[in-house]
């Protein structure tokens, strides 16, 4: 109970900034202006991202073609978070098998002769060929 006038006393020291003290019928807002500042301030903001994206891209280091030393050659999933991954190491592939927060060697092999590290499918012929093919055979 005490506390409650020793507040209001305090609240009475404390200077009232004047546009707090005007009225509120004196004071307008234009709710165009607000809208504006709004606009311009998500622009400023979109601007901010598209800058710092841009620099990201230019910046960033890139994986090139060439993997270096370590090569993956194939993965399979074997479940929802776990894959066998084969990996080329100089002459040796390594078996591996990689889950959440582990990664085991299950099989080291030698590189298979006549293993060529070219693309293995055949180039995958363009969709405006095919799409033209399945549509002549579909009006016959």
């Given at each position: 109970?005490?506390?409650?006038?020793?507040?209001?006393?305090?609240?009475?020291?404390?200077?009232?900034?004047?546009?707090?003290a005007?009225?509120?019928?004196?004071?307008?807002?234009?709710?165009?202006?607000?809208?504006?500042?709004?606009?311009?301030?998500?622009?400023?903001?979109?601007?901010?991202?598209?800058?710092?994206?841009?620099?990201?891209?230019?910046?960033?280091?890139t994986?090139?073609?060439?993997?270096?030393?370590?090569?993956?050659i194939?993965?399979?999933?074997?479940?929802?978070?776990?894959r066998?991954?084969?990996?080329?190491?100089?002459?040796?592939?390594?078996?591996?098998?990689?889950?959440?927060?582990?990664?085991?060697?299950?099989?080291?092999?030698?590189?298979?002769?006549?293993?060529s590290?070219?693309?293995?499918?055949a180039?995958?012929?363009?969709?405006?060929?095919?799409?033209?093919?399945?549509?002549?055979?579909?009006?016959?």
């Amino acid at each position: 109970m005490r506390q409650i006038p020793l507040l209001l006393g305090l609240a009475a020291l404390v200077p009232v900034h004047p546009v707090l003290a005007a009225d509120a019928g004196t004071v307008q807002t234009s709710t165009l202006g607000a809208l504006f500042q709004t606009f311009l301030a998500l622009v400023v903001v979109l601007g901010i991202l598209y800058a710092f994206l841009w620099l990201l891209r230019r910046y960033a280091p890139t994986q090139t073609g060439a993997q270096g030393v370590v090569k993956v050659i194939g993965a399979v999933m074997v479940g929802p978070r776990e894959r066998v991954v084969v990996v080329e190491i100089g002459d040796t592939w390594l078996l591996v098998g990689v889950a959440p927060g582990r990664v085991n060697a299950l099989h080291t092999l030698p590189r298979p002769e006549g293993y060529s590290a070219g693309p293995i499918a055949a180039p995958m012929p363009n969709f405006a060929g095919k799409l033209g093919e399945l549509l002549s055979r579909r009006k016959t």
